[in-house]
């Protein structure tokens, strides 16, 4: 079966702080895809980032910045320089890729507050 | 239209009474979800629709769960005898592709809001 830990339920900052919220995971299968969402206060989950198993090459993306370890089975979302707008919840998700890569077993999510 | 839509954003209903909830996807995506997010929690998966494939319903917690999807598009969830812990927001997504090791990711809807009294 597959598990979705987000250990941090909810994390507070400043804004110009970095912040990384911790994603940790547990599957059988040999290939999968790990993903991030956005839900922000009005409550429409936003995609990410999608990351293959077997492709363990860290993404950055303007301030945010993913790194995905095998070895430990975590992939964790750094923000730099947290913004106001950065609040919401965000959500680590896992699937199995060969067959339905869209059902995904969500972890619980971590809710961020960046305070001004 | 361009993304997602949802209807009804809320839905208020008396235990015992049947709801339908409904899904719009995004214009050419062949895959359908229905995901249930209850208050603070992470999201569950209920049902998906593939084309013309059978559905996976292995994620419907009950009988009185079912859903369906006319001519490859829209997508009706309805639940029957509503029950109070049938109260939460139910997610509709779709998605582009999801096999062949390819795509998986899922664009959402806002949700309906069901509660039940």
């Known amino acids: 079966a597959q598990k979705v830990t987000q250990a941090q339920t909810e994390i507070s900052v400043v804004e110009k702080e970095d912040v990384t919220l911790d994603c940790v995971y547990e599957?059988?299968?040999?290939?999968?895809?790990l993903f991030w969402y956005k839900q922000p206060p009005s409550g429409e989950l936003v995609f990410l980032i999608r990351?293959?198993?077997?492709?363990?090459q860290n993404e950055i993306s303007g301030r945010y910045s993913w790194n995905f370890q095998k070895s430990t089975s975590s992939f964790n979302f750094t923000i730099t320089a947290s913004q106001v707008v950065d609040s919401a919840v965000y959500f680590c998700?896992?699937?199995?890729?060969?067959?339905?890569?869209?059902?995904?077993?969500f972890g619980d999510g971590t809710t961020l507050t960046v305070k001004p | 239209g361009a993304g997602v839509s949802q209807s009804p954003s809320n839905k208020v209903t008396e235990k015992g009474k049947d709801v339908e909830l409904r899904c719009d996807p995004i214009?050419?995506?062949?895959?359908l979800y229905w995901y249930r997010q209850s208050l603070g929690q992470g999201l569950e998966f209920l049902i998906y629709?593939?084309?013309?494939?059978?559905?996976?319903k292995s994620g419907l917690p009950s009988d009185r769960f079912s859903a369906e999807r006319t001519g490859g598009s829209v997508s009706t969830l309805t639940i029957q005898r509503t029950q109070q812990e049938d109260s939460a927001v139910y997610l509709c997504?779709?998605?582009?592709?999801?096999?062949?090791?390819?795509?998986?990711?899922?664009?959402f809807g806002e949700g309906s809001r069901l509660t039940v009294l």
């Open positions: 998700a896992l699937s199995e890729a060969r067959t339905n890569a869209g059902k995904s077993t």
């Open positions: 997504a779709s998605s582009p592709r999801t096999s062949g090791g390819r795509g998986g990711e899922l664009f």
């Open positions: 599957t059988r299968d040999t290939t999968y895809y």
């Open positions: 629709f593939q084309g013309n494939s059978a559905p996976d």
């Open positions: 214009s050419g995506h062949t895959a």
């Open positions: 990351r293959n198993s077997f492709d363990e």
